[in-house]
């Protein structure tokens, strides 16, 4: 009979050792598994952190390069204006100087003609008041020419400094659109967080494995001293009908 009350006390410790350890094992691959889902995620999420910022890195660089690509263009166009302003200028100043040379040839011209008409006077050897009033027609007719001619060179300076000053405003205007349109310096966009390291979850105690079997053979023991006592007939004696 001992016999059987130490085989029903060992089934029972050996079950609930079994389920202890079974119970524990089950613990521990689930926390293994929550560890490993945790981890694949932290490294997806830091796998797109990475992408994100090699696009942002790539398209900075794409944004540096238009950008030297648009002041090199700026460059071209202010020096494409300037010769143009220099030729404009230069033409300008070619008809001031022609028409103040036409302007100086007719003085010229007029003085030699009063001084023709002078002499032409002159050499009439009359006197009295008809001739002077013909010498001072002479000299009215010379004055009128010379302020005329006069008048028409300070009429082409004004008109000279003008066109000028229009030829500098038009560049002016040409440099300042050409500035306008360039695009704003590319600044390098902030790089991406890291996503959190998962923090490992504890597996289950190895402690309370062991005070699940030790618990376990506890009851085996106390099943199996009461099943000897029932046996023998103590104060627990099984009744057999």
Known sequence: MCSVALALGGV????????AMGQHNAQKAAVARQNQIQQQQYQQNLRMQQEKDRVKKEKHAAD?????????DFQKQLEVTQLETNRAMSVAKQKQKERNAKASFEM????????????????TGNAGQSFLLQVEQ?????????????????????AHHLEGTG??????SQDAKAYSSLPGTPQAQRASF??????????????????????AIGSGASTAVSTQRAIQGGDDALKFF
């Open 12 to 19: 029972q410790a050996v079950g609930g050792v079994m389920g």
């Open 64 to 72: 540096l390069a238009n950008h030297a690509q648009a002041l090199n």
């Open 108 to 123: 010229q011209a007029a003085i030699a003609s009063s001084i023709q008409a002078q002499g032409a006077t002159l050499s």
């Open 138 to 158: 002479n000299k009215r007719e010379l004055g009128f020419a010379t302020a005329q001619l006069e008048q028409q060179m300070l009429d082409t300076n004004r």
């Open 167 to 172: 030829i500098l405003m038009q560049q002016y």
């Open 194 to 215: 890291l996503p959190y390291k998962p923090i490992p979850i504890a597996g289950p105690s190895k402690m309370a494995l062991m005070g699940n079997m030790i618990g």
